[in-house]
């Protein structure tokens, strides 16, 4: 693949969906731990009617899709986590408006704009112990990859390997945002359950393989 279609959008987003609906148990275990453990609900019920509301949106407009997915998102996810990937999407989808393919340079700058968005959004930097700490990373190694004039292929799954190892650094810090930061210094330890949904997102763009 040298770029990623409408249509490989909508069926990545049945895999996002996929990935968060198989997480759900693990989603609550860790939003449990660090906040009111409504998370693998929330996440659940917002992708599952982002994926129905894509099935039937026809435009093959990148841009196009990725805002419908942030306002649906928003309309059935109204919990923190729901309404910054929502505002990040988005964004996201403004940034690649227009395009009906994007190539990993297009994947870079729509997850550049997605971050953005959800940092201004969210008052979080890297560091905070959010979802930004496993997608800032991935960001930096797509920038990389565009640089390294890497395949799509080889850019998605080397951004999803920074986002692991991001959402795994994400033990280490201190809760500054929401719920989590209540537990301070006890939030150590506890990965946060937002890079958690961010390592579930890019997973689903890296083992997308159209058919
Ligand atoms: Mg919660």
Redesign the pocket.
Known sequence: MISLNGNDFRTIFSGIRDNIVNSRDMLTGL?SAL?????GI?MCRGFEEVQKALEDFEDNDVGKILVKAGMVMAQTSP???GTLIATGFMKAGKAVTGKNEITLAGFHAMMEAFIEGIMVRGHAKPGDKTIIDALYPAVEELLKAVKEEKSIEDGLSAAYEATAIGAETTKGMIAKH??PSYYGEKSIGKED?GAAVGVLIMKAFAEYKRM
């Open positions: 939003d906040g009111d453990g409504d998370l929330t919990s923190t986590m929401g719920r359950p």
